[in-house]
Every structure is written in structure tokens, then in C-alpha cells.
């Protein structure tokens, strides 16, 4: 049985941003923002056919400017929020804004492949509201409670973390709470991510070597990892099923495992990218599948048995895995019990920025490179079976 | 001439006629002038001839016959007087010798009758002399039969004299006893009792010997009592000791009492002896100390105490109680007890000694302890005491082995420490001569290793000497060698030499730059070398020293090197780990705090890229200091004249245009070009090979990927891009030198030029030669 070939979809700009569309289970759906600075940059949607194959694509206008990060709201599909670039009067600043993607999109503009002329007629977001922080310096990202109503946001923008409650579907966005990063120098947050634990009350942010836990309640830091990582901390992510467990990656080729209760050492640490890991992703529901996506081009995915939520010890039946024999990526699996690398993937030639798990079928991701090209994986079938069964 | 006067003889002495008569006569004549019948024979044998005048078959006849008819006459005139000359002398001859034998018969006869006479006179005197004795005999029986009666009465007496001489003895015994006491003379009083005893015991039912008994015993338990406080007192000598146990036993005393309060008092003895040793600072004297009081007193208990108990002849009533066995038991028990408390001491002393100067004191010290406890092995065998001491002796191998190790360990973290010194000193006060001093750092740190581990075992080897008692024990026949010296000592070492290397990439790699990255090339040149001849030349010097013999498995010389070599591997890659970092933190900063959309037009190649290659050429000389050149690709000849395609990276784009087909499988064609444009995926932090061109590519990658990276986060104005094209020509100027493939330079430059513009709000790029002539200009 042949793992499917991955499919690559390539954009004709740059791009950095990537995200699924959370709040969509059926539909496998990415959402990726271009980086352009020539010409209007775009949203790209990006359907999955898994039966047939097959990609399909709808574009967006973005026109505010070239998007850093993009992330789509938990409670509803067409809500997304973006950072994006924004060049005036020889500055760039970098804002956050909430977009409502228009009604159409899915049903009118549905373009096939064959008909490249549509994509010059795409049509625009629709703007929500601006995450106003003219005050607070420029967004680095903005988060949406996970799994929440989407009625609030977080942004980061340089050293200050705020808590955004929107109202008015959306339409109005006003400072909550808010927290300040000090310290000497210009202190920056360069990730963040927001914990599904604890009744999504914690944050968990990076900033040059340093990870940070904050208490959304209070607005004040619970726990900060001095020193995580060698270098700087590219990402951050929370195991959505161990509500201690953080990974994180940075500059120091190094992807680091934490439990918060005990931050002096990371739990684990692999050392396989040859450059900056930029990005790490549990899988929603099988924690033990990380990805990591890294600038030496590579997308990895890790088998982390022992430190994810699952039991130790699933039976391998010798039936399961003679399927998957001929597949040079499953030797490692049948080791169930070892931590191992499942895979490599050298689909990308340039640096990639960003991995992504499709959020509606959890043996799916997505992987963007700088150059524009988006691939799309699955999970090795033979390691799929061998979990399920 | 003895022919004629036998021939003649009959003629002239005829008194015997009888032939048998003259020829006995003859025999005696002939035995007279010493003649035999053996010469009579040889005679006859040799002159048959008739004519030989002297020959004994002489026949005148014939003789004359024969004369006649062969001479002439003048010649028979001349034989005729010749002849008759002869017969004149002859007869002379005869008459003397019958004369003289006349006279010789007639003094023998008057000797003869002369002692016929005296003969006569002689018997009568005889018989009166046998009259004479026998009357004599006769008188000597009456005085012996007078004096037989007296005899006996003085034996008798003389029996009566001795008895009365012991009786006199009992009687003064209590009085001779008390003297004794006084006098103290314990021997002789129960020597004296001793030889009373029975007696008295004997005679016990007479009052008076009662009463001598009564008074006796009571002086000899006043002594018991006085000797039983001699040994309670404890202040005598061992000597004094023994003979005291050996009265009171005498007395009766129980034995099992007796070796018990032997061994207390000896024990009290010997703890004092303990006690003092406690005080002692010096190892040697400690030792000395214990071995000549502790443990020679200890030798002396025991061999009096067999003395006392155990060699004994056994006699009497003793020899049913068994006390050899008792007595032993009780040896045992004591020495044990007491080495025990010796041992623990010995061993807390010996643990104090840390200090790993000198081995050979503390080797004699040992040395001493175990030969003196060869002593008591002697003395009582089967003792635990020897072995004990054995293994106290081999402990303090191990922990001495234990201490050379840290202490090896310390000084081999100390020459770090001197070696950091000597990286950091000089820097501050020349400047640039500092890294000329490596090679010099390296040789002397690794000599400094070498010579100390030779004199670590040198020192271990004192254990293994020949003149040492213990070396020929099996434990330092093999184990130690092996197991102790080689893998404990020297592979324990090497290997924390190749972990504590290690440890400087871990800790040092998540702080950044805590260890200088000179040391880090050092010690992975030193690494190397360990690999190549150190640990080679270090295990064979050991095993020739001690005479390894491998009866376990031991670490093998090849592990060693792998490990060795894997931590040079590990400290080089992190060597250039970390001075890429350092170059990357550098072009990061220049890149990340200027604002590149206002920036002015380039003039000048910034200050940062001159440092970049500053910093790279310094650390080129500092690699090529300890490490070879390598290989490098042919360069072109006009390497540092390159331009870049500013547009690479718009290009790419245009390529990728036709990909927007969704899903749809690329453009095979294209693929492979695209293939081919990245044929060489570039591994940024990849291990690197031990030459100096491998290194600088190594940091060169590492540096100008940073580069790239973060030229992608920024935006760029149009003097932006320019001042980024002027950086990246003069890197290209002088970087393509130091690595190995000069178009990964090329291919790195490229992307990060074609990035900025890509990144740029204006991309309008600055001509080719204002570029060169920025950058020569610079």
C-alpha cells in the first residue's frame, strides 16, 4: 500500500502565513497569506479534495499590505484575523485586523484550476475591525481563544500582550486587559501561543531565548524558561492533550519539550533540523505526531510516544505492519515504544516557515515554504493504523 | 761354598750315623745360615752338571776325565794349583767355623744347667706365696662379716637424716613462704609449695602437717591474692605478666579465669597503645607507631599466652580440662576483637591521606602494616587478622587509585584553566599575537598530561614493586594492573578527558560563547591527537609497566579512539558553532536594528562586513594554527569579480509561474532544472572535517544563512538593497578564499541579494562597477 504522493500547490508570491480553518471540521482547509510588497497580496483558501486528490483554491484580496500571520477564528469559519505589514510614508508598521471573508467565496468563486483568468477578479475581505495598537507598537501575532466563541482575541505587539474582547459580531474590539513584557533592552515577543488547559487561562509567550507563561486573569507571569533555547525562540506550541506539555523550537536547530512544572530542563529535545526550526505543531489528537518545519527546508515529523497522552504499549500485530513493509518510511514504527522520526520531507526547496495540522482530519498537514509552495501531507499509513488499531 | 760344607760335613762331624738324624741336623744347620729347601732346589734345578765343581752332582771323575782330555798340561799344572790354593782356603774357612760353633755349643749348655738351678728356687717361693694369700682371703672374710651389722644401721640413718630434712622443710615452710612473699620472690615460694604439696595434702589427717598445711595455704592464697593484684594493677611488663599467669595457673588457679584476666589486662594494654596511636599525624609514623607498640605487643600477647596456655605440657588433672582449645578460642576472639578496632583505625588514617604528592610514603607505610601482620599470621595461624589486613592494604590501593584519578582529573581541569588564562592574558596586552601561541598551549597542555599521568604511574607503580610484601598477593598481580591502573586509572581518565570535552559543547552551547572557542579548537586538536598516537602510546606504556595481563575484558584501545575521536568531532563542530554565532549575531544586528527603508545611499561598505571578514581571516589563522589546509575546488580565475543576477530570485518566481496550476504534477523539464539549481542542498550546521578550509566553510555557511534569514524579516527601501548588494560584493571579495566550493559562497551571496530586492519597496539595483568601485574603494 503506497503512502500517497504529496501534493504541492504553489503560490505565485511569497509567503510566510499559514493556518487551518479551525473552525471547520469536514472540509480539509487552508488558508495561507502571500507576502508581497509590489503587488497586492492575497489570501489563499485551499480546499483538499482527500478522496479525489485534488487541490482547489479560492483567492482573497488583502490589500491592507503583506500578511507576517494569519489565524482563523475557533467559533466562525468566514472570521479571520491577520497581521500584516502596512508601508507609509517610508515606515512600515505592522498591524492586526479581524476579517469577515465574504459569503460568496465559497460558492461563487469556486474557480477551476484550468481558468486562470478568475483570479484576477478575487474578491476582497471584508474588514471587521482594526486590533488598534498604534500605542503598543507593531503585532507580531494575534491569537484566538482556543475553542472558544470567538469572542476573544489575544495580539502581541512587541512588548506587550493584550487581551482583545470583541463585540458587535466582531465589529468592535476593546482592550481587556493587557500585559507588559519588562526588562532591559527592546524586549520583543516573537511567538506566542494560548493554552486550551486551565479553562483557557494561560498564555505561553517567547521572547529572544525565553519562554513565558502568563496568567490571563491576572495578566502576570506564572513561569518564565530562562535560557530555553540557545538561541532565539522561533515558535511555541501546547500539547492539546497534557495540559503541562509545551514544545518549542528556535534558532538553535533544536526542538525542546517542556513540562511547565518543572522548567530547569526540557522533558526532551530533538536535534534534527540543520537550521532554525521555525515553526512545531502537535496533532490535535495524537499528541505523539509533532511537526516541525525549518529554514534548512525540511518538514519533520517526530513520533514522540513517550512523553504524549496516549498508553504506552499499543500491540503491533505483525499482520498491521507487514502492509506497510514495503514503505521505507514505517521501519520505525514498529518499535512502538521509541521516540523516532517518521519521516523527512524535502518537498520544499526554500526555507519553511510555517507547518500546519488540518483541523479536520487529524493524518493531514500543510507545510509553506517562502517560495510559495504549499505541500500537503498525510501521516504514513502504516504508522496511522498502527495507532488507530 | 755351602755345597762344600754339606759335602764335607758328613766327613767331618760324624756323631749322628743315622741319615735321618743328620739329615734333621742338616735342615737345622741350613735354617741357621738362612737357608731354605727351596734354594736347595733351585740348586739342584740349575747344575745337573756333573763337571761344575760347586754343583751338588759333582763327579771328580768326570770333572777330572774331562780335564784331562781337554787341557793341556800347562793347564792342568795351573788348574792343579789353583785347586789346591782353593782347597787350602777352604779348609781354613771349615776350621774357623767348626771353632766357632764349638764354642757356642758349650755356652749353651751352661746356660742350660744355670737355669736348672734358678728353676728350683723359684717353686718353693711360690708355694709360699699361695700360703700367704690364702690366709689373707681368710681374713678379709672375718672383717667383712664383723662389719656387715654396722652398715645397714648407717643407712638407716642417713634415711632418718633426709626425712628429717623435709619435715624440717614443712616446718619452715609457712616461714619460708612468708619471706618469700616479702621479698616477692613468687617463683621460689611456689616452687616450694609446689614440691610440699602433696605431701602435706597427704599427711593431712596428722594435726601438725594439718596445721602446716592450714598455714601454708593461707600464706599461698595471700600470694594468689597479691599476684591477682600484680595483675590487676597493670603496670607490669608483658614479661612479668606472663610469668605471674604462669604461678598463679600453678596454683590451681582455673585457666579460663586466668586468659580471660590475661587478655583483659592485655587488652587494656593494647587499647592504650590504640590510644596514643590516635594522636599521631604522620602516615609513616603513624604506622611505624602502630606496628611497633600495637602490633608487637599484640605479637607478644599472643606468644606468651600460647606460651602460657597453649603449648604447655600437658600434665595431671590439666590435661582432661582441654585448655589448648579454650584457650585458642579465646586468642581468636581477643586478636579479632582488637584488630578490628586496629584496622578501623588504620583505615581512618589511611583515608585522611589525600594528599597524592607523594606515593611511596604511604607505599612503606602499607608495606610496613602488611609485613608486620605477616608476623602475627606466623604466630596464630588461621587468623582472619592477615587477610583483613590484606584487604585493608588493597582498599587503600583502590582508594589511593580513586585519588590519583581526581586528582588527575583536577589537574587536568587546572591546565583548562592555565590554558583559558593563557588564551585570555596575552589578548589583552599584544593584541594579536595571542593565537600564535596555540600549537605552543597545545604541546604544553598535552606534555603537561602526558608527564603527569607517567608520574601518576610511576607512583601506582610503587604498589606493584618488587620489594614490596604485598605486591606478590593476586589482587596486585592482576586485578589491580588490569582492572585497578588501566581501567580505573588511565581509561577512567581519558575518558573524562573526552567527556569533560564534551561538556564544554553542551553547557557552553545554550549559553553562548562561555568558553572561549580557542579552547574549544584546542582541546579538539587535542582530542585528535589522543586519537591518532596519545591513547595508543598511554595504554601501552601501561601495560608494559604493570604487566596487564587482560583476564577481563577491558576497554579497548579502538573504543578509546572512537570516543576520542567522536568528542574532537563534537568540539570542532561546536567550534564552529559557535564562531559562526558570533559572526551571526554581528550581521543579525547590523540587519535587524537599521532602518533599511530610510537608509542613505551606500558610500561605503558597512563597518560590520569589514569585522565579518576581519573576524573570518582571524579565525582562519587561528584553524590553520592547529589544523591542515584540506582540499578545496579549483577556483576561477576571477573569483572576487563576480556579479550578481539581482533578479535570481524574481526569476525563480517567473519559473514558478506556470505552477499555479493546483495539484497539477510540474513541469518535468522545469523539476529538473530546478533540481539542478539546488543540487547541492546546503546543510547549514553539518559536521565538519578536521582541515581548516572545512572549518571556515562550516562558519561561512553558518554566517551568511543567518544573513539571508534575516534579510527575509526586514523591508528594504532602494539604498537598502544597494547597501545590501555593496555588503555582499565585498563579502564575495574576500569570503570565496577561506572555503572549499567558492560557488556555495556565490550561491549563498545570490539568494541574499535576490531576497532584499525581493524585499524591497524600490528595487532598483545599483550598477555593477559603482559596486566594485565602493568596494575596493573600502
Sequence with gaps: MEDDAPVIYGLEFQARALTSQTAESDAIRFLVGTQSLKFDNQIHIIDFDDENNIISKSVLQHQAGEIWHISASPADKAVLTTCYNKTSESRVVTCGAVWRMPPEWESGSHESPDDPHNSHNPQNLELLCHLDNSSHGNASCVLWEPMGDGKHVISLADNHALLWDLTESSTQATISSSATLEGKGQLKFTAGKWSPHHNCTQLATANDTAIRGWDLRTMSQIYCIENAHGQLVRDLDFNPNKQYYLASCGDDCKVKFWDVRNINEPVKTLEEHSHWVWSVRFNHSHDQLVLTGSSDSRVILSNMVSISSEPFGHLVDDDDLSDGEDNHQDEKTKEPLQDSIISTYEEHEDSVYAVEWSSADPWLFASLSYDGRLVINRVPRALKYHILL | ?778
Design chain 2, 1 to 778: 761354598m755351602d755345597g762344600d760344607i754339606n759335602a764335607t760335613a758328613p766327613g767331618t762331624t760324624p756323631p749322628d750315623s743315622d741319615p735321618a738324624r743328620k739329615r734333621r741336623v742338616h735342615g737345622m744347620l741350613k735354617l741357621y745360615y738362612g737357608l731354605n729347601e727351596e734354594g736347595k732346589t733351585v740348586d739342584q734345578a740349575e747344575s745337573m752338571d756333573p763337571c761344575d765343581i760347586n754343583g751338588p752332582h759333582f763327579d771328580p771323575e768326570v770333572y777330572l776325565n774331562k780335564l784331562r782330555r781337554e787341557c793341556s798340561l800347562g793347564e792342568l799344572m795351573d788348574q792343579e794349583t789353583c785347586m789346591v790354593k782353593q782347597i787350602r782356603s777352604l779348609d781354613s774357612d771349615m776350621q774357623t767355623l767348626v771353632y766357632e760353633n764349638y764354642n757356642k755349643f758349650i755356652s749353651a749348655t751352661d746356660t742350660i744347667r744355670k737355669m736348672k738351678n734358678d728353676f728350683k728356687k723359684m717353686e718353693d717361693e711360690m708355694d709360699c706365696l699361695s700360703t700367704n694369700m690364702a690366709s689373707i682371703t681368710d681374713f678379709s672374710a672375718r672383717i667383712s662379716g664383723t662389719l656387715q651389722d654396722q652398715h645397714a644401721q648407717i643407712t638407716k640413718l642417713s634415711g632418718v637424716h633426709t626425712l628429717l630434712r623435709k619435715l624440717q622443710f614443712l616446718f619452715e615452710l609457712p616461714a619460708r613462704l612468708n619471706k618469700c612473699l616479702e621479698l616477692q620472690a613468687y617463683a621460689q615460694a611456689v616452687s616450694s609449695h609446689r614440691r610440699a604439696r602433696c605431701v602435706l595434702q597427704q599427711y593431712s589427717h596428722m594435726p601438725s602437717f594439718r596445721g602446716i598445711q592450714d598455714d601454708c595455704h593461707a600464706i599461698m592464697d595471700k600470694l594468689a591474692q597479691e599476684l591477682r593484684q600484680k595483675f590487676r594493677d597493670g603496670g607490669s611488663s608483658a614479661k612479668d605478666l606472663s610469668e605471674c599467669v604462669e604461678l598463679l595457673l600453678q596454683l590451681d588457679e582455673p585457666a579460663e579465669e586466668l586468659c580471660d584476666k590475661f587478655l583483659s589486662h592485655a587488652q587494656s594494654r593494647l587499647e592504650a597503645d590504640l590510644l596514643g596511636l590516635e594522636a599521631e599525624t604522620d602516615i609513616l609514623e603513624f604506622i611505624d607507631r602502630g606496628c611497633n607498640e600495637f602490633v608487637s605487643s599484640l605479637c607478644l600477647v599472643i606468644a606468651s599466652y600460647q606460651e602460657l596456655f597453649v603449648n604447655r605440657p600437658q600434665e595431671g588433672e590439666l590435661a582432661s580440662k582441654n585448655i589448648p582449645q579454650m584457650a585458642i578460642g579465646k586468642l581468636h576472639a581477643f586478636v579479632d576483637a582488637l584488630a578490628t578496632r586496629y584496622f578501623s583505625l588504620v583505615e581512618r588514617r589511611i583515608q585522611e591521606e589525600k594528599s597524592v604528592g607523594d606515593n611511596s610514603l604511604l607505599v612503606r607505610a602499607l608495606d610496613r602494616f602488611h609485613r608486620r601482620l605477616q608476623a602475627v599470621a606466623k604466630l596464630l595461624p588461621g587468623s582472619a587478622v592477615p587477610s583483613q589486613g590484606t584487604e585493608i592494604v588493597v582498599r587503600a590501593a583502590r582508594e589511593r587509585i580513586k585519588q590519583y584519578l581526581a586528582a588527575l582529573q583536577s589537574f587536568y581541569l587546572n591546565s583548562l584553566t592555565d590554558v583559558r588564562q593563557a588564551l585570555a592574558a596575552p589578548r589583552l596586552a599584544t593584541g594579536k599575537d595571542a593565537p600564535a601561541s596555540l600549537p605552543e598551549l597545545l604541546s604544553t597542555l598535552s606534555a603537561s598530561i602526558l608527564n603527569q599521568i607517567k608520574s601518576v604511574l610511576a607512583s601506582v607503580h610503587l604498589f606493584t614493586a618488587k620489594d614490596i610484601t604485598f605486591s606478590n598477593k593476586p589482587y596486585f598481580k592482576g586485578e589491580f594492573c588490569s582492572h585497578g591502573v588501566r581501567e580505573s586509572l588511565v581509561v577512567n581518565f581519558i575518558m573524562f578527558v573526552c567527556q569533560s570535552s564534551r561538556q564544554f559543547c553542551e553547557s557552553a552551547g545554550d549559553r553562548g560563547g562561555s568558553t572561549p572557542p580557542a579552547l574549544l579548537l584546542l582541546l579538539s586538536r587535542l582530542c585528535l591527537d589522543y586519537e591518532t598516537s596519545t591513547i595508543t602510546y598511554i595504554l601501552t606504556l601501561t601495560d608494559e609497566q604493570f604487566l596487564v595481563q587482560h583476564h577481563s575484558p577491558v576497554t579497548a584501545v579502538t573504543a578509546l579512539c572512537g570516543e576520542a575521536r567522536e568528542a574532537a568531532q563534537k568540539l570542532l563542530n561546536h567550534y564552529v558553532k559557535v564562531q559562526g554565532l558570533i559572526i551571526s549575531q554581528m550581521l543579525r544586528k547590523s540587519v535587524e536594528t537599521r532602518d533599511w527603508v530610510n537608509t542613505i545611499e551606500p558610500r561605503n561598505v558597512r563597518a560590520v562586513m569589514k569585522r565579518v571578514v576581519e573576524d573570518t581571516t582571524s579565525i582562519d589563522v587561528q584553524v590553520g594554527l592547529l589544523y591542515e589546509e584540506g582540499v578545496r575546488k579549483a577556483h576561477s580565475s576571477d573569483s572576487s569579480k563576480r556579479t550578481f543576477s539581482v533578479y535570481s530570485s524574481s526569476r525563480q518566481q517567473t519559473r514558478y509561474a506556470p505552477s499555479y496550476t493546483p495539484s497539477a504534477p510540474m513541469d518535468t523539464n522545469l523539476l529538473s532544472n530546478i533540481h539542478k539549481l539546488f543540487s547541492e542542498r546546503v546543510e547549514i550546521f553539518s559536521p565538519v572535517e578536521f582541515n581548516k578550509v572545512s572549518v571556515l566553510t562550516g562558519i561561512i555557511k553558518i554566517s551568511l544563512k543567518t544573513f539571508l534569514e534575516c534579510v527575509r524579516l526586514r523591508t528594504f527601501g532602494r539604498y537598502g538593497l544597494q547597501q545590501i548588494q555593496v555588503d555582499c560584493h565585498y563579502l564575495q571579495m574576500y569570503l570565496w578564499r577561506f572555503v572549499s566550493d567558492e560557488n556555495l559562497v556565490h550561491f549563498l551571496l545570490d539568494e541574499i541579494v535576490g531576497s532584499t530586492a525581493h524585499r524591497c519597496l524600490d528595487p532598483a539595483p545599483m550598477e555593477q562597477s559603482v559596486i566594485e568601485v565602493i568596494c575596493e574603494r573600502g
